[in-house]
């Protein structure tokens, strides 16, 4: 199918406003199943200069300049891609010990995965959990993830359009949390056990919770299947209805716009998200 994204955010200050270097994370990054047919990106004022690169983690990063003050600044994305249905479950787990968890990659790529292994705001309550449901899905690997996927999916969700990821302790103690608040949960009990995971901001087609807002969910890496995408909001594993904006081992380096201004002033935020 087609999937036809617009996604407009406006910043307005109350006084003129120097603005400096602003880095956009608005550029969907490819999967086999999923072929780019147009993209389009508007900026009011128009920037001095945009350099549109790779980042450290190999999502499309551009970075925009200005040379003259403004009140505001408009930012709009039309994104247009082909997505083709595919079973996320058609995979075999090789070598064949990694059917069951914990588990050690091989050698050759263990060294790669680390930044997605780091043990960060881990703590005994979420391994004690993470090992409940491994447990209970018998130790097979993709039990265990479909099992988290769910158990996360019955916590209560919030809507918060701002603000960094609370800590996955807070999101499991509380029992709920936001899309990008889930994701860090999910994260953070897979590398309990020993599973490679990240953190993918992007959108999400079909969802009447989610579909006019930006979506977060987790990837990890299996091996013999690769990086596969888990939706804990959803509970379901990512398919085609899934555009991916970027990946990474620490959300707070891949806000979809991020920068800084030089000025007094007090800024105002809107933005719309629209499937055509």
Avoid at 13 to 31: E, I
Avoid at 76 to 98: A, H, Q
Avoid at 117 to 130: G, K, Q
Wanted: charged share 20%.
């Amino acid at each position: 199918m087609n999937l036809h994204v617009r996604h407009e955010s406006e910043y307005t200050y109350d006084m003129p406003v120097a603005l400096g270097p602003q880095t956009l994370y608005l550029y969907p990054r490819m999967y086999p199943y999923q072929r780019l047919l147009s993209y389009k990106l508007s900026i009011d004022p128009k920037p001095a200069q945009i350099v549109r690169n790779i980042d450290v983690e190999g999502n499309v990063q551009q970075l925009v300049y200005f040379s003259q003050p403004t009140r505001y600044l408009n930012v709009c994305v039309e994104i247009e891609l082909y997505s083709e249905e595919f079973n996320s479950f058609d995979f075999v787990l090789f070598p064949f010990d990694t059917q069951t968890v914990p588990f050690r990659y091989p050698k050759e790529v263990e060294s790669l995965l680390r930044p997605y292994l780091e043990r960060v705001d881990i703590s005994e309550h979420i391994e004690t959990w993470a090992r409940r449901l491994a447990s209970g899905s018998g130790w097979q690997t993709t039990s265990f993830l479909t099992t988290l996927n769910q158990t996360i999916r019955e916590f209560t969700y919030e809507i918060r359009e701002e603000g960094a990821a609370f800590p996955p302790e807070q999101t499991l103690s509380q029992r709920k949390g936001s899309c990008r608040d889930y994701a860090t949960l999910f994260i953070a009990a897979c590398r309990s056990l020993g599973i490679a995971s990240r953190f993918v901001s992007g959108y999400l087609f079909g969802n009447p919770q989610q579909e006019h807002e930006l979506h977060a969910w987790a990837e990890v890496y299996l091996p013999g299947a690769g990086w596969r995408g888990f939706d804990p909001t959803e509970g379901s594993v990512v398919v085609n209805r899934h555009i991916f904006l970027a990946s990474t081992g620490q959300p707070d380096l891949v806000a979809p716009i991020s920068g800084m201004f030089t000025g007094r002033a007090k800024s105002v935020l809107r933005s719309e998200l629209t499937f055509l």
